[in-house]
């Protein structure tokens, strides 16, 4: 051994890194603030069934791998083998449980292992001789959790009976002030590290704060009385929770800074001060674990980082070795000091990466991907530095489909911040993927499909679509339990797909097909099953009103709401959302029907909802906000509540201009849509000059939308075209009015001919609305034409939903009336009013 090495290590020892005291695995402090969830999980583990799954998830510091390293320590102390499944050793984790002995195996970061993760889980699903139970713990169930439960059936079982019915929370101990933990956790501290333990004065977070915030601070406060000397502080020392983190990190600084010192590495001997935190950087973003590996970051790195003296790499890369601030210390104490570096040097990222291989690479990426997901809420203001970090780091990926389908399982989905990379290293993801193996291409093919469809580009996603489908038609053939529910995801999405498009008829068909093959597999697993029907049911009702029929549509969205709100009970965090969305389409549903009395209920409660999850996590929830505003201001609206329902349409708008700012591919149509809302609303108020400058903003937005897609936007732009019209009439606009309408009819009426059954209702208002400009203008011939249609068309609806179709039909009866008598032909402008009294008491009634 070299004098070198020997000093480097005595270095360490002596310089010991207060931030290595946080790490799960020592037990420093005391488990405190999860019993609760310590003891589900030991009931869990001794419950009859022979396999079992839990997923155990939070935001970064909350506790999950403490509170999985404590189950371990508690099950073993039972007699049960329990083990860590490092990254890499999934392989032979079982082989490594003697045969007949209860086991629980633990695998940390589990939304980051490759295919290797799902092989331990098919092959646990087979049963063995003894208990097993197998801990993942993650971030978040993301794509990467619906992946591995596409492996198949008996592990799609066991998945879904293992998701957490919520993550955990972010207060360790709500309802307890944080300065008691705080002050609890001092002593084990000082103990550690051999100092006597000071008073101290904790300054809270609002809410609580997050276990990790906890125990930075009380450290902080061990490490401050240190600082003060053998005669110690005078009175309590003030600890700032919110700060700990960041003073804890400093810390970390002077402690490299000491053992590059004390190693004989600081100085012309190795390395200048200024390059000691960018080298760290390095070794924490590539999470280097060989000495050659070290020692060929410290020569790629050099070239960025003035300040490595030529011929010390290897000493300074065993050094960086050594220190290992990778894995020995918390992603959320050290990930602040590696953006910040990673930003300050741009070119440190690619020497960091170029060459490095596809461990590296892999790291890399994983580890932007969580520095960029831990900032989507917006909290931080750095999240843009993180996403091109992110964005850097996945552009070095090399060409390989396992890394690449890594990636893609950690970017949530939906998000309106990382949709494009996610589609963009989807499509990566298929093009590495090879031909022969049929279920990864299909996988591939699914995952760039739904990617693009995210993003607001389903023309594109629908070939990949439907070769995924081709392929797992054959698959589902020969194997229903075991390919049925992916072909039905994948049918629904293609379904889907085909709806964005316009295309609700040919959407579905790959709907009821979906839901059959569902149905078919709950006879034998209902509860595997259970939250695809419930999104089966959701669309199908959704695509059901799209063809026009609301009336039917209705049944559908009710069930699927009622489902949601089954499986919330048993999950809340996952399906909230989902039942947040089937009550919106309630709502939307009774005001499609005319019973608009009925809809504030729902749409309140999906409201409610949607708040509370936007409050948590705004980039994937914020576009189910804006649907629940719009639909309870429509609501609301409907029952007079005229100021609380302009409330909500503005703030509709407000979160729509952010949605499709972030995704306009996907979201610059609900813009339009809220903008023409909001802009009725205005004008039925008086305030037209406003609601007609948002009605054309709305009617510009889909004027551009219809020359790019005209199946799918021209009705939309029709609509909006009636409604500019109507508050051009207001303003005494009237040749703009006649313009605008003029176009929404002849459109109306073009896409009645094509579909009478979805579109004659609007062709029908559309005329109405032409009438009655006429008739104002004293046009009568003109106008007595176009509201007969309307009359006509309405009779014929009104057979269909006399709920709905009766006002309609009493306003056109009297528009009819007025330009019959315009026309001096009064025995029919007296039987047309006549006609809509009566039908008007019928209303009032």
């Known amino acids: 051994m070299s004098t070198l090495s020997s000093r480097r290590r005595t270095a360490l020892a002596h310089t010991m890194s207060p931030g290595r005291l946080l790490a799960p695995d020592r037990h420093v402090v ?44 508690h099950m073993a102390r039972a007699g049960w083998t329990c083990l860590n499944v490092p990254d890499g050793a999934e392989p032979r984790a079982l082989a490594a449980v003697p045969d007949g002995a209860p086991a629980l195996l633990l695998v940390d970061d589990a939304d980051a292992r490759g295919p290797a993760l799902a092989d331990l889980l098919a092959d646990a699903a087979k049963g063995r001789n003894g208990a097993l139970r197998i801990v993942l713990v993650a971030r978040a169930a993301g794509p990467w959790f619906d992946r591995l439960a596409a492996t198949g059936l008996a592990v799609r079982a066991l998945l879904e009976a293992g998701r957490a019915r919520e993550g955990l929370p972010a207060a360790v101990l709500p309802g307890q002030v944080d300065a008691r933990v705080v002050a609890a956790f001092v002593e084990p501290y000082a103990d550690a590290l051999g100092l006597p333990a000071p008073q101290v004065s904790v300054a809270s977070v609002p809410g609580g704060a997050r276990m990790l915030d906890l125990q930075a601070a009380a450290l902080c406060a061990v490490l401050r ?15 700032d929770v919110s700060d700990a983190l960041d003073e804890l990190l400093e810390h970390e600084r002077w402690t490299w800074y000491r053992s590059a010192e004390e190693a004989g590495l600081l100085g012309e001997a190795g390395l200048l001060p200024e390059a000691l935190d960018g080298l760290v950087a390095a070794a924490t973003l590539t999470g280097v674990r060989t000495a050659d590996a070290a020692e060929r970051l410290v020569r790629r790195v050099a070239a960025v980082l003035p300040g490595v003296r030529p011929g010390a790499e290897h000493d300074v890369g065993r050094w960086l070795l050594d220190l290992d601030p990778h894995r020995a210390l918390p992603a959320r104490l050290v990930d602040p000091h590696l953006l910040a570096e990673l930003t300050d040097v741009p070119a440190l990222l690619g020497a960091c990466l170029a060459g490095a291989g596809t461990p590296a690479a892999r790291r890399a990426a994983l580890r932007t991907a969580g520095m960029a997901v831990d900032r989507l809420d917006g909290r931080a203001g750095d999240l843009d530095a993180a996403l091109d970090l992110l964005g850097a780091a996945v552009a070095a990926l090399p060409a390989d489909a396992d890394t690449l389908r890594t990636v893609t399982g950690v970017l949530p989905r939906p998000s ?47 070939p990949y679509e439907r070769e995924a489908v081709a392929l797992l038609r054959d698959q589902a053939q020969a194997d229903p339990q075991r390919y049925g529910p992916r072909l039905a995801a994948v049918l629904a999405h293609l379904g889907a797909t085909c709806a964005a498009q316009g295309r609700p008829g040919d959407a579905l068909p790959c709907q009821e097909e979906a839901g059959s093959l569902l149905r078919l597999v709950a006879t034998a697993h209902p509860d595997a099953v259970a939250f695809d029907l419930a999104a089966a049911e959701t669309a199908a009702a959704a695509i059901r009103a799209e063809l026009g029929q609301p009336l039917v549509a209705l049944g559908p969205s009710r069930t699927a709401a009622a489902l949601w709100r089954e499986l919330a009970r048993r999950g809340p965090e996952r399906c909230a959302a989902p039942l947040a969305r089937a009550l919106t389409d309630v709502a939307r549903r009774l005001l499609e029907l005319g019973r608009g009395a009925e809809a504030p209920a729902p749409a309140e409660e999906a409201l409610e909802l949607l708040r509370r999850l936007v ?32 409330a909500h349409l503005v703030d509709a708008v407000a979160v729509r201009r952010r949605t499709a700012q972030e995704n306009p591919g996907r979201y610059l149509a609900d813009l339009a849509r809220s ?17 007609r400058g948002l009605q054309q903003e709305a009617v510009e937005v889909l004027r551009r939308l219809a020359a790019e897609d005209p199946g799918r936007y021209v009705p939309e732009l029709a609509e909006a075209l009636s409604a500019l019209g109507v508050t051009h009439s207001r303003l005494h606009r009237s040749q703009e009015a006649l313009d605008a ?9 073009g896409l009645a001919d094509a579909d009478p059954h979805r579109y004659r209702a609007r062709l029908a208002q559309s005329l109405s609305n032409l009438g009655a400009l006429l008739a104002v203008l004293r046009l009568g011939d003109e106008a007595v034409e176009l509201v007969r249609e309307a009359v006509a068309l309405l009779r014929e609806l009104l057979a269909e939903n006399a709920a709905k179709y009766r006002p309609r039909l009493v306003e056109a009866l009297r528009t009819l009336a007025l330009a019959l008598h315009d026309q001096e032909r009064f025995d029919e402008a007296r039987r047309a009013r006549a006609e809509a009294l009566e039908l008007g008491g019928l209303v009032a009634a």
């Open 675 to 691: 903008l023409r809302a909001l802009g009725a609303r205005l004008s039925d108020a008086g305030r037209w000059e406003e609601g």
């Open 615 to 646: 409050a948590a996590a705004p980039d994937e929830h914020l576009p189910g906000l804006g649907d629940a505003l719009e639909v309870l201001g429509a609501a609301l609206t409907a029952q007079g509540r005229t100021e609380e329902a302009t």
């Open 741 to 749: 309408e003029h176009e929404a009819t002849r459109t109306w009426r």
């Open 30 to 73: 005391p488990f405190v603030g999860r019993r609760a969830e310590h003891a589900s999980l030991v009931v869990w583990c001794t419950s009859p069934e022979p396999v079992g799954v839990r997923l155990v998830t939070g935001p970064g510091g909350v506790g999950k791998t403490r509170l999985a390293r404590e189950l371990a320590q």
């Open 416 to 462: 309106l911040t990382l949709g494009e990379l996610r589609a963009e290293v989807a499509l990566r993801t298929l093009a590495a993927t090879g031909r022969d193996d049929v279920a990864r291409r299909a996988e591939a093919l699914a995952d760039a499909g739904l990617a693009l469809g995210d993003v607001g580009r389903a023309a594109d996603a629908e």
């Open 225 to 239: 009385a240190q600082a003060h000397g053998s005669r110690g502080p005078r009175g309590a020392l003030p600890v």
